[in-house]
């Protein structure tokens, strides 16, 4: 029974930390909040993403595997470019199906939902993390983990899909040519953070201003936007088109 709690408190410590960043995220959509259902769909979505990441990660990987036989080297064009790449494409896969719903409707729910999903992937990983270091180096460590990755994943996985959601709202509302216009600078958010974490730890410093700054900056022009359409009547409309 101890060994079951061990993955128990695992599980309730990530979902913590992930409810904590799908509410800060939620809280910013005050005019027209999301659906709370779809909020839940985008988490579902961010937890499968990791599936469609692993695959993705393992071609790319043994593809590279053929032609280098340095681990260290491995080992780093893994975490700071085939992890950025990849994960950040399979979450934006899923932020681009939540699009087609008629609940998405703006930069604003880009970010919304690409936070969500972002947090789910989040909440899989960490649970990933934490059971491996437990079987590893038991369980205090392995609660250890969890607590740190989770403190800080505002500053992960949910910034950078809420970032590459923006450009998918933009797209749908044809403020954009692509539903990828943002995706690449979530990739090189994310390549900062992973290379720093393993040859320049001071890095994860400017990763995490760098990204504050795109974050407010995303957040004041999405919520103005959000703020032009209700004051236009925008939502009225939608409303009284969906109760017809």
């Known amino acids: 029974m101890i060994f079951n709690y061990q993955w128990l408190a695992i599980v309730g410590l990530s979902a913590t930390f992930s ?8 809280r910013k959509d005050r005019i027209e909040p999301e659906p709370i259902s779809r909020i839940a769909l985008a988490f579902v979505l961010g937890i499968l993403s990791t599936l469609l990441a692993f695959i993705l990660s393992w071609i790319s990987l043994e593809i590279l595997k053929s032609g280098i036989a340095d681990s260290d080297t491995l080992a780093l064009l893994s975490a700071g470019g085939i992890a950025p790449v990849v994960e950040e494409f399979s979450k934006l896969l899923m932020v681009i199906y939540l699009s087609k719903h008629a609940s998405f409707d703006g930069p604003l729910d880009g970010l919304i939902y690409g936070s969500a999903v972002g947090a789910g992937f989040s909440f899989a990983e960490n649970i990933l993390y934490g059971v491996i270091f437990t079987i590893d180096e ?18 992960g996985h949910p910034l950078y899909t809420g970032l590459a959601g923006v450009g998918v709202g933009m797209y749908k509302v044809r403020l954009l040519d692509s539903k990828f216009s ?58 009284a088109n969906l109760n017809q």
Do not use: C
């Open 138 to 155: 038991g369980l205090v460590v392995g609660l250890g983990v969890t607590v740190l990755r989770g403190a800080i994943q505002v500053l």
């Open 182 to 239: 943002k995706y690449w600078r979530s990739v090189f958010l994310h390549m900062v953070w992973n290379v720093s974490s393993i040859v320049f730890p001071l890095g994860l410093i400017f990763g995490a201003v760098i990204g504050f700054r795109y974050l407010r900056s995303e957040f004041r022009f999405a919520q103005e936007l959000d703020l032009i359409a209700y004051s236009t009547g925008y939502y009225a409309r939608k409303e």
């Open 19 to 26: 409810l904590i960043v799908l509410i800060y995220y939620y």
